[in-house]
Every structure is written in structure tokens, then in C-alpha cells.
């Protein structure tokens, strides 16, 4: 089954309070040589059936008015290609 | 400056409500052929100097510690090669 990926990011000029607590949690935990976090959300989408670029525009459709805010989220769109299953290894 | 993504998704044995809501609104907005959504989450890093393996071991002690909760989430972490910039070209 083909999968569709979409990331939603906060757009640059914006504020992004959650990747910001992130970046100020790193020090405490011992960890330097980060100099900006930014979060976001990513949505995994089970297609039915075959990937056509009729069913990519509707997933562009779904992202710009279910997934994501426009106003202060960008998002991207993209396939990840079922490769045939390789037996024993890893992801 | 380099970037590292850390993708956390839920484990595909742990219920995702945020998930299955997008799913179930889906088709209440005139959308079909969706099978399944997962949500999660996505953090882009800024990694100061240079990405050497040490520094993308650190990140992934961060994605363990800080980002993910292992007991129900999977994380992947990927590098974003820092393409020489395009002037005028879109992301």
C-alpha cells in the first residue's frame, strides 16, 4: 500500500514555542552544539490503491485544509516508494 | 548550517487518537482513499560546525531522551545535506 508523507512545519517568521522549549532543555541535559530546534508534525497516509497524481492533489488538498494551518504552517508532500520488502532487514 | 530531521511516529502497535480523528474527518470533508493515518511528530536541528558521527550519536541520544518516549514511540533520524543555496529557487 503506497504511503504518503506529509510534514507541517511552523513557517519561519513565526514562533515556535514548543521547538524553543526543546532547545532550552538541551543544555540542562548535557547536550551543546544545537543552535536552533524547530517542531512540527508529521502525518503517515495509507493510500488505497495506486498512487496517481489525482490522488497526490487530493493529499496536497487534505494537507493545506485539515493538516495544516496555512496562516502559520508550511507543509510538503511526499511519497514514500514501496520498495518491495526485503526479508530480514531493518528499517 | 547542517540539519538534522528526527522523526517520532507512534509505534505501530500503540493506539493513535490524533491520528484516527484525521482519518474519521477525512471523509466528512469529501475526501476518500485514505486506508490509515498516523500522526507524529517531526524536529528539524540546527547542528553547529561540522556533522560528524559523534555529533549525529548525540542527536540520536536526544531523539531516545528528550524527544521521543521510547516505551511508545519510534524515532528515525536523517540528515538533511546542506545543499549549496539556490539564489530564487523555492523550497
Do not use: C, H, W, Y
Amino acid at each position: 500500500m503506497p504511503r504518503v508523507v506529509v510534514d507541517v512545519m511552523p513557517k519561519p517568521e513565526i514562533l515556535d514555542p514548543q521547538g524553543k522549549a526543546v532547545l532550552g532543555a538541551l543544555p540542562r541535559l548535557g547536550f551543546s552544539g544545537v543552535a536552533d530546534v524547530r517542531q512540527g508534525k508529521r502525518f503517515e497516509l495509507e493510500i488505497e490503491g495506486e498512487l496517481t497524481e489525482q490522488v497526490l492533489g487530493e493529499v496536497r488538498q487534505m494537507a493545506e485544509t485539515l493538516l495544516s494551518n496555512p496562516v502559520i504552517e508550511d507543509f510538503t508532500v511526499s511519497v514514500e516508494t514501496p520498495v518491495a520488502p526485503v526479508p530480514g532487514a531493518g528499517a
